[in-house]
């Protein structure tokens, strides 16, 4: 029988952030794994780095510099799996009907108005609300914890990024992703400056336009403070911490699934209502829109959180509750049954 051959076309790097790469990793090792499919990657932009990622955890990618549907116009594929951080046009998909008029498209988590035309729509996350002006009457949408897909990293990263064992005071883990849009490091920093007996861990975003901002702020703050550089698994530095601040996106739901209570800020705007929806979990609490946070409102919400033992081990089992690591496994089920939906179906 004739291995399934899946392209999975990824927005990654830069400003798109690199959790969309972690998510398609891990579904794609389990379509490997399980169902023995052939995955190649497709990357929005020609960026040496996240090729170079790809290829060193073993999976293929299209090097020519073609455009998604002259890729798949060249090439043989079974599948297509698209994880845009940009809506979905509808442009998009027509070209791509145009080029493989039979290639059953899956799209995740995206609300574009090209979703209407897609196969299949998934959100892997409990946050999101599927739009209602693109779908369809019998068109496949997917939502909730069940189809939630943990990074690759995370789950697989190497063991060189153990930073130790734990230490003899509380500590508070801060990652806002690749990118940190707003600069919230320095202010989440400038934040913690009279914390005592605290250790914090900051994460320097790989894209951060500033990063000596952020060693003068740690180098004449009281608390200890380790700024890491280039960490391939987060996992270690989350084990260990007695809670974390980050952004709404993977890195959120990671903390959910290690028991640690989060402390959860939206990068746009746009993102607030989703954010809403994720804390009514009681996985996290809610910080609100960067670009609105003040120092003040940060140091009391972070002391009072610290403070309330009860109130994280309840954030813990919630977390424990909503989060289990076979998302990837279901995913990946739903990519081998997503089938062509003719146009006079809809």
Same mark, same amino acid.
């Given at each position: 029988m004739?291995?399934l051959?899946?392209?999975?076309?990824?927005?990654?790097?830069?400003?798109?952030?690199l959790g969309?790469?972690?998510?398609c990793?891990?579904?794609?090792k389990?379509?490997i794994?399980? +169902?023995?499919?052939?995955?190649?990657?497709w990357?929005?932009t020609?960026?040496?780095?996240?090729? #170079?990622?790809?290829?060193q955890?073993?999976?293929?990618?299209?090097?020519?510099s073609?455009?998604l549907?002259?890729?798949?116009?060249?090439?043989v594929?079974?599948r297509l !799996?698209?994880?845009?951080?940009?809506?979905?046009?509808?442009?998009?998909?027509?070209?791509?009907?145009?080029?493989h008029?039979?290639?059953?498209?899956?799209?995740?988590?995206?609300?574009?108005?090209?979703?209407?035309?897609?196969?299949?729509?998934?959100f892997?996350?409990? +946050?999101?609300?599927?739009?209602?002006?693109?779908?369809?009457p019998?068109?496949p !949408?997917?939502?909730?914890?069940d189809?939630?897909?943990?990074?690759?990293?995370?789950l697989?990263?190497?063991e060189e990024?153990?930073?130790?064992?734990?230490?003899d005071?509380?500590?508070i883990?801060i990652?806002?992703?690749?990118?940190?849009?707003?600069?919230?490091?320095?202010?989440?920093?400038?934040?913690?400056q009279?914390?005592?007996?605290?250790?914090i861990?900051l994460?320097v975003?790989?894209?951060?336009?500033?990063?000596?901002n952020?060693?003068?702020?740690?180098t004449?703050?009281?608390s200890?403070?380790t700024? +890491?550089?280039?960490v391939?698994s987060?996992?270690?530095l989350?084990? #260990?911490?007695?809670?974390?601040?980050?952004?709404l996106g !993977?890195t959120a739901?990671?903390?959910?699934?290690?028991?640690v209570?989060?402390? !959860?800020?939206?990068?746009?705007?746009?993102?607030e209502?989703?954010l809403? #929806?994720?804390?009514?979990?009681?996985?996290a609490?809610?910080?609100?829109w960067?670009?609105?946070?003040?120092?003040?409102?940060?140091?009391?919400?972070v002391?009072q959180?610290?403070?309330?033992?009860?109130?994280?081990?309840?954030m813990?089992?919630?977390?424990?509750a909503?989060?289990?690591?076979?998302?990837?496994?279901r995913?990946?089920e739903?990519?081998l049954k997503?089938?062509r939906?003719?146009?006079?179906?809809?």
């Amino acid at each position: 029988m004739q291995a399934l051959q899946v392209l999975i076309a990824i927005q990654a790097g830069g400003s798109y952030g690199l959790g969309r790469m972690e998510r398609c990793k891990t579904l794609a090792k389990a379509l490997i794994q399980e +169902h023995q499919a052939h995955v190649s990657f497709w990357v929005d932009t020609p960026n040496p780095a996240i090729h #170079r990622e790809l290829l060193q955890c073993g999976f293929s990618v299209i090097q020519n510099s073609w455009s998604l549907h002259e890729t798949i116009r060249q090439g043989v594929y079974n599948r297509l !799996v698209i994880d845009f951080q940009n809506p979905v046009t509808p442009t998009l998909i027509q070209r791509l009907r145009i080029s493989h008029p039979t290639l059953p498209v899956m799209v995740i988590n995206n609300n574009g108005l090209g979703c209407s035309e897609a196969d299949g729509v998934v959100f892997s996350n409990v +946050h999101s609300l599927p739009g209602t002006t693109w779908h369809q009457p019998g068109q496949p !949408v997917y939502q909730g914890a069940d189809y939630i897909v943990l990074g690759h990293n995370f789950l697989y990263g190497a063991e060189e990024d153990e930073p130790g064992s734990d230490l003899d005071r509380p500590t508070i883990l801060i990652t806002l992703g690749g990118r940190d849009p707003e600069q919230r490091s320095e202010l989440l920093l400038e934040a913690l400056q009279d914390l005592r007996d605290c250790h914090i861990d900051l994460i320097v975003p790989p894209a951060y336009p500033h990063p000596e901002n952020l060693e003068n702020i740690a180098t004449r703050l009281p608390s200890t403070i380790t700024l +890491h550089w280039r960490v391939k698994s987060l996992r270690p530095l989350m084990a #260990r911490a007695t809670l974390g601040i980050t952004a709404l996106g !993977v890195t959120a739901y990671e903390f959910a699934f290690l028991g640690v209570p989060a402390m !959860v800020m939206a990068h746009y705007q746009n993102q607030e209502d989703d954010l809403a #929806r994720f804390v009514h979990y009681g996985t996290a609490e809610n910080l609100g829109w960067g670009k609105t946070l003040t120092p003040e409102h940060v140091y009391d919400q972070v002391t009072q959180l610290l403070t309330d033992e009860q109130r994280r081990n309840r954030m813990r089992q919630n977390g424990l509750a909503l989060m289990n690591a076979e998302g990837s496994a279901r995913m990946a089920e739903l990519v081998l049954k997503t089938e062509r939906i003719p146009s006079t179906s809809r």
